[in-house]
């Protein structure tokens, strides 16, 4: 351990991990077992997305055996405290839908029964009724006065808005020689890890007091948010975390709501409740990143130096603002220059509430949104003065010599060359090959294009960035927040063994590994005698606030505090062991598994003597060192102060740095982007484990691939959710996914203990943007918009179509139709028909029951399928317009467990020698469950029901007529 | 997302699932591979009373070819006639773009034509190759033409008491060329549009799917100078629709642009 | 056979891992459950109960079968293997479990079972499986961590390697 070359960290060692994961022996939380008598939870979910509930009906599934308990949100709303909303606003935050539900996928009940099957049972025998509430899914239609307002406190829907200056912007742009702007719209994504969240809960009502198990990822000060809803002091809610979770990547988080909501369960039922997540649930309402719509002008001399920034941030966070949000709009305050030395900025932050799911931690968090608007904006701005966007990012990077570097809004880069990074990836990206690849494609008329992005990563979030939110009298008010906690324990235990245990949720990321080569470098141990625990206990651990694993923190703050803890450890053993060994404490070396003098490798102890001895011979140690080995050290850096007076904010401690180049090519048929070459180079300081590290670019690559390319949470305008499912929420597989040249330009972290800096968001935020502007290279586009979904870019391509049909209205809905049958009846009877409540029962399909309320009104259960797809729907039609016997006015909407529909049908009876031409026109709108599960199937399924109608129709008016039937299957129509 | 209850009759011979059929009519369902099914189960939008589960049947479990057709039984698994060492090279194109090897190795053939996915491969094949669907009930057999099977949205010729035992395909003929071509948004997803030609010294026959609520074929001229209007005339005769994965538009331009890919090729493997 | 009632549970036997296992389930019971919760085999994971994520991915008499879209009913008495049964001993990894350690072909570990299943029933059956086959198959498995290229360098290795022990 003398030379640097001995030491075990920045080796690829083995995982630990690895040997019980790759033998299923994992230890997830679905997988830890649960205490006698534990029941199981099921959630009832809105399938609307804003709607007054008027009623709950729950006898039927009380009734249903095995069913414990059926909470609704007026239930949970007795029992809890409205979870705390990160911005001064009027409106409530509750785990369940209260009186109005905001979103699709929003919790309306809370069945606990013996099993999940059971409970889900149970779900089926729950009816609601709503009544639907104009929807608002678009950000900037939120904020127009007449759009639907989603929390009556508010008045609108903006909760929040802050602008801030920085420098002189308004001169910069007077003086400048160019103002290029460009106006963008990111969309929604999240990281959908492949296990869900999963939350077990227990109350014991003696001590008043929660036991929570959960995977939950942190940050850890959301323990204060969830017991201040539970009504309890923070000590009477001890969570738990399994040893293992199935990635996070910032979405179990979010996790915490539903903490909320199944410990009042389990209070409510007096016994153990656990309630595991589905992905259908996953995809509906856990936690997605924030879409936002970003105006961004720059200030450019003529020579192409960028003077000044000006940011219109309108950031959409969903049905509610969950704590931390707004902070994926704050988490970037203090790089809202990105890798460049731009010196005067303004911003306008604006926060808008609309109907979709609340947002929440995701990988990248923030980063994808700014330099999405960011680096098209540099693209633009090459384009606008005829120069390479190579020379445009070159011109403005933050000089090395400048290092480190305080930017306009207040982040301190701690370190970096951006420049030689530059140069190198070039380099060693073959960049020139690229060009001449290019070249040759577009010689032989393919589209080929080219991106770049400069940016920088930031990690290890300061806790008091979100302040920023606030204005500075508001913050003043508050009292400072500002900091980053970490934690290490190290424990030798009786026979001298060391156990590390550290405040942090891995998800993945080999935390074990790491810390056991880190504290084997400290203690002259080999890491495979080092065990790592890595689960966290409330009530038993060192912990903070800050605790947890997000925003890149595991190798700059946890991996760096261990080494602090070892080095406090150390320094106990060496003046345990330095009288024995009749040296001065400073000449202990640690190596091999041994204390020795240095410079005489004989004179040594076994380390597990020294390390046991305070608990074998307390008595022969002083005083001070005579208490068992435990270190708990804990790191805060003194970098991450509070926000201003002037705003100014370092939101985060390490800045690493990111470039990336790409090479891709546009199908002139089928407009699919192929990524051809991409080449990332990455500064996050010193490389604690490169082949982990190599694992963290890829990862987020796969990310970022996804949402430049694939991945939408998308919603129609009603606010009908259209990503329900992972056939339509679409996650790149490995035939999608290239692999990237990964290269890397160390400059250490003056800040973090090891040198270390976040790496595992950086792609997120640079490779969406960098396809985009390949993209934008090889079509020509002005204007490029993620996912780039293969229709557009076709139509790009393809020109305009020969003799195309009249498109439909856009955003719009509508499932439209026609169709007509012959009757081989006269019209009147056809007529007489439609106006007889029981000829009709035996009309719609699978209709009884039926009502008439008004003579030209009814209502019936009908059972309605399409192939295997069946459910029980109530329906009410109206008959309008009558117009006897020739036309007639059709309009009707149902609702049942597979979702709800309303349409409107022309129907028009023409007279054909004694038989009937029976012509339908129809227009129906189709929601909830089906629309967010089978979409694509809507539209032919929506056609299917109709024909089925109006075949009926036609069969009951002629029932002795086969001919027709024959005629009606040519037609399509099953009779 | 588990399923709702349902009985379940493991059939170890033809006439008890048939019996099973007859006795609940639609309350009963299939089950094969059920690679189709089983997730309708679980998100509880299929409720059937009985699963009738055919893959005991020995019968059914038998692809026999004869010079004349290829005749696949109920419960030959996708990936069981992928495997066979000579098969219909439309058949042998289109099959690896049926899900994945993990539902591949499961799901049946017939299960797909039953199932009637727009978007699906099989049914896709079937028509472009004019196979036949052999349907059974307790009372009577029946064949039905591709072309008559598939009418709507997940709708077929099946009545409710029927399965489908087998169906046949024509096996390839001396002079004749196929080729098969699918855009999905990633691979082993529905196919946004799925083409099937097969060309003959008078024409192509050219099937689509993805596009109309069911698979739908035609017959094009040999003179592929007539081809654009006659893809033109097709591509608006399905009627596209918008959904979130593609425009009408974008169907519609695929099936003129790969259409007439899929047929030169075709043309071009007569031999 | 009879027809077994929805509201009653049934005995399931099958042999898991080469061992013989009974439990009771209703028809309606799916694989990964009977597996995880019955039998207390949680090597299979669930992701999706959809058919998509692959991470359930079990062998059913020696093919490849999504346990989400499968009922314990369907597979009375087949042979299952399951990620507990790859590896030869306790304590020692498969070739390819350990290509997989090797190549850091794995973060959280949750998509991993399913993964190693395909590959293990792939490698079998096509010992030469290039790249190009190696990324079709594992087009049937979602892993959010990696982004595939350890699991493909990994899967390459282990061919190899497999194919030397075959020759050797
Ligand atoms: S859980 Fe079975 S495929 Fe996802
Ligand atoms: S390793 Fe986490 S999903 Fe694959």
């Known amino acids: 351990m003398d030379s640097p070359g001995d030491k075990w960290v920045g080796q690829s060692l083995p995982r630990f991990e690895d040997a019980a994961l790759l033998t299923g022996r994992g230890r997830y939380f679905d997988d830890c077992g649960t205490p006698p008598g534990t029941l199981h939870a099921a959630i009832l979910r809105s399938p609307h997305g804003h709607a007054r509930i008027e009623g709950i009906e729950t006898a039927a599934a009380r009734a249903l055996p095995g069913v414990a308990a059926i909470l609704t949100g007026e239930d949970i709303r007795a029992t809890t405290t409205s979870l705390v909303v990160g911005v001064k606003a009027p409106m409530e935050c509750w785990p369940i839908a209260v009186e109005r539900v905001r979103y699709v996928g929003e919790p309306v009940v809370v069945v606990v029964a013996t099993d999940r099957y059971v409970a889900e049972d149970a779900l089926d025998l729950i009816e609601v009724r709503y009544a639907p509430l104009p929807a608002v899914t678009d950000p900037v239609a939120a904020l127009a006065p007449a759009a639907p307002v989603l929390h009556d406190g508010l008045k609108g829907n903006l909760a929040s808005e802050r602008r801030f200056r920085y420098g002189d912007p308004e001169a910069a742009f007077a003086a400048a020689a160019h103002r290029v702007r460009i106006d963008v719209a990111y969309p929604r994504s999240a990281c959908t890890p492949i296990e869900c969240y999963g939350v077990l809960a227990e109350y014991d009502p003696g001590e008043d007091s929660y036991d929570v198990f959960a995977n939950f990822q942190g940050p850890f000060s959301i323990h204060a948010v969830i017991a201040r809803a539970l009504r309890v002091p923070g000590n009477r809610l001890r969570l738990r975390t399994p040893p293992d979770s199935g990635g996070s990547f910032g979405v179990k988080q979010g996790v915490f709501p539903y903490i909320v909501l199944i410990a009042a369960a389990a209070k409510a039922c007096g016994r153990p409740v656990k309630w595991v997540e589905d992905r259908l649930e996953h995809l509906a309402a856990s936690s997605v990143a924030t879409n936002r719509v970003t105006r961004l002008e720059a200030a450019v001399t003529a020579d192409g130096i960028i003077t000044a920034l000006d940011w219109d941030q309108l950031e959409d966070c969903g049905a509610q603002l969950r704590a931390p949000e707004p902070a994926t709009l704050y988490r970037m305050h203090g790089n809202m220059t990105g890798a460049y030395a731009i010196r005067n900025v303004a911003i306008r932050n604006r926060v808008v509430l609309t109907n979709k799911a609340p947002t929440g931690l995701n990988r990248g968090f923030g980063g994808p949104q700014v330099y999405f608007a960011l680096e098209r904006l540099v693209q633009r701005i090459a384009i606008t003065l005829g120069l390479h966007p190579l020379d445009v990012i070159r011109l403005n990077l933050v000089p090395t010599a400048a290092m480190p570097y305080r930017t306009a809004s207040g982040a301190l880069l701690d370190s970096g060359d951006y420049a030689t990074a530059l140069e190198t990836a070039l380099r060693d990206g073959r960049h020139d090959e690229l060009l001449r690849r290019r070249d040759a494609a577009r010689a032989q008329g393919r589209h080929y294009g080219i991106g770049y992005t400069a940016v920088v990563e930031p990690s290890v979030s300061n806790m008091g960035y979100i302040t920023a939110v606030l204005t500075p009298a508001e913050r003043k008010r508050a009292g400072p927040k500002n900091g980053a906690q970490a934690t290490a324990t190290i424990q030798c235990d009786a026979v001298g063994s060391v156990s590390v245990h550290v405040a942090s949720v891995p998800q993945g990321q080999g935390h074990r590994t790491v810390l056991a080569q880190v504290v084997a470098d400290e203690l002259g141990l080999r890491p495979q005698d080092i065990r790592v625990v890595t689960d966290i206990d409330t009530a038993k651990d060192a912990w903070s606030i800050a605790s947890g694993n997000y925003a890149s923190r595991f190798a700059p703050a946890v991996a760096g505090v261990a080494r602090i803890a070892a080095q406090q450890l150390r320094a106990r053993l060496t003046r345990i062991a330095a009288p024995l060994l009749n040296v001065p404490p400073e000449d202990v070396v640690l190596a091999g598994g041994k204390l020795h003098a240095s410079g005489n490798a004989d004179n040594a102890l076994p380390f597990a003597r020294v390390a046991s001895s305070p608990h074998w011979a307390p008595g022969t140690l002083p005083a001070e060192d005579s208490a068992p080995l435990r270190e708990t050290a804990w790191w805060t850096p003194p970098e991450l102060t509070a926000p201003n007076e002037s705003d100014e904010v370092n939101s985060s401690l390490c800045h690493g740095f990111i470039f990336d180049f790409c090479g891709v090519e546009v199908d002139r048929i089928t407009g699919e982007t192929r990524i051809d070459h991409y080449v990332t180079m990455h500064d996050c300081g010193t490389v604690l484990h490169p082949g982990m590290v190599a694992g963290q670019v890829t990862g987020g690559f796969a990310h970022a691939l996804g949402a430049a390319l694939y991945e939408a949470h998308s919603y129609a305008d009603d606010g009908s959710l259209q990503t329900g499912t992972f056939a339509d929420y679409l996650v790149p597989t490995a035939m999608e996914v290239p692999a990237p040249i990964i290269l890397h330009h160390e400059s250490p972290s003056p800040f973090t203990p090891l040198g270390a800096k976040g790496v595992g968001e950086g792609n997120c935020m640079s490779t969406p943007v960098c396809i985009a502007n390949a993209v934008a290279d090889a079509l020509g586009l002005h204007d490029v918009t993620l996912p780039l979904l293969p229709a557009t870019l076709a139509a790009h391509l393809h020109g305009a179509e020969p003799n195309a049909p009249a498109a439909a209205p856009k955003g719009e809905r509508l499932l439209r139709g026609e169709g007509q049958a012959r009757v081989n009846a006269p019209r009147e009877q056809l007529w007489a028909l439609l106006l007889d409540p029981d000829a009709l029962m035996a009309i719609v399909p699978g209709a009884h029951g039926i009502q008439r309320t008004s003579p030209t009104d009814y209502t019936a259960e009908v059972t309605l399928g399409i192939g295997p797809v069946k459910g029980r729907y109530r329906v009410a039609l109206a008959l309008s317009d009558l117009d006897e016997p020739n036309a007639l006015t059709l309009s009707g909407n149902a609702a049942g467990a597979l979702g709800f529909g309303q349409g409107r049908g022309q129907v028009t009876l023409t007279d054909a020698n004694g038989a009937t031409i029976i012509a339908y026109r129809y227009e129906a709108a189709v929601g909830g469950k089906v629309a967010s599960i089978a979409g694509r199937l809507l539209d032919g399924a929506t056609r299917v029901v109709i024909s089925q109608f109006f075949a009926a129709l036609a069969r009951q008016a002629a029932p002795q007529a086969p001919w027709w039937q024959r005629l009606l299957q040519r037609l399509g129509l099953r009779a | 997302m588990k399923p709702a209850k349902f009985d379940y009759v493991q059939a170890e011979a033809l006439d008890e699932a048939l019996a099973t059929l007859r006795a609940e009519g639609e309350g009963a369902r299939i089950i094969a591979g059920g690679q189709s099914l089983l997730p309708m189960l679980n998100m509880r939008l299929a409720r059937p009373a009985v699963l009738v589960d055919i893959m005991h049947i020995a019968a059914l479990a038998e692809a026999t070819a004869t010079t004349e057709t290829l005749r696949i039984g109920a419960a030959v698994r996708q990936a069981a006639l992928l495997a066979r060492p000579s098969l219909h090279p439309l058949l042998a194109a289109a099959l690896p773009w049926v899900g994945h090897a993990q539902t591949r190795s499961r799901g049946t053939l017939c299960g797909s034509v039953a199932h009637a996915d727009p978007s699906a491969e099989i049914p896709l094949v079937l028509l472009a190759l004019q196979g036949e669907i052999l349907l059974r009930s307790a009372r009577r057999a029946r064949r039905v033409a591709a072309t008559d099977f598939f009418t709507g949205m997940m709708q077929t010729a099946r009545h409710e008491d029927e399965m489908i035992e087998a169906i046949t395909i024509p096996q390839p003929r001396t002079g004749e060329g196929y080729a098969f071509r699918e855009v999905g948004r990633r691979h082993g997803d529905f196919a946004i549009v799925a083409c099937a030609a097969a060309a003959h010294a008078t024409g192509v026959r050219l099937a689509i799917g993805g596009v109309a609520d069911h698979p739908a074929a035609r017959e094009l001229p040999a003179d592929s100078a007539q081809w654009d209007d006659a893809l033109d005339a097709f591509a608006h005769a399905l009627d596209a629709r918008d959904d979130l994965h593609a425009t009408a538009t974008y169907r519609r331009q695929l099936v003129r642009k790969l259409g007439r890919q899929v047929m030169q090729e075709a043309a071009a493997c007569r031999a | ?168």
Do not use: K, W
């Open chain 3, 1 to 168: 056979m009879p027809r077994l009632s929805a509201t009653q549970r049934h005995s399931i036997r099958f042999t898991l891992n080469g061992t013989p296992v009974q439990g009771e389930a209703e028809p309606r019971m799916l694989l990964t459950d009977f597996l995880r919760h019955v039998l207390g085999a949680t090597g299979t994971h669930v992701g999706c109960e959809h058919g998509v994520c692959g991470a359930c991915t079990v062998q059913v008499d020696g093919a490849l079968a999504r346990a989400c879209l499968t009922l314990a009913v369907q597979v009375q008495g087949c042979e299952i293997r399951t990620v507990e049964g790859l590896a030869p001993a306790p304590g020692r990894l498969s070739i390819l479990q350990e290509a997989f350690r090797r190549h850091h072909a794995l973060q959280c570990g949750f998509c991993t079972a399913g993964i190693l299943m395909s590959l293990d029933a792939f490698l079998r059956a096509q010992p030469d499986a290039d790249e190009a086959a190696l990324r079709d198959l594992l087009s049937g498995h979602l892993c959010r961590c990696t982004g595939y290229a350890p699991i493909i360098a990994a899967a390459l290795d282990a061919a190899a390697r497999l194919r030397e022990t075959a020759h050797a």
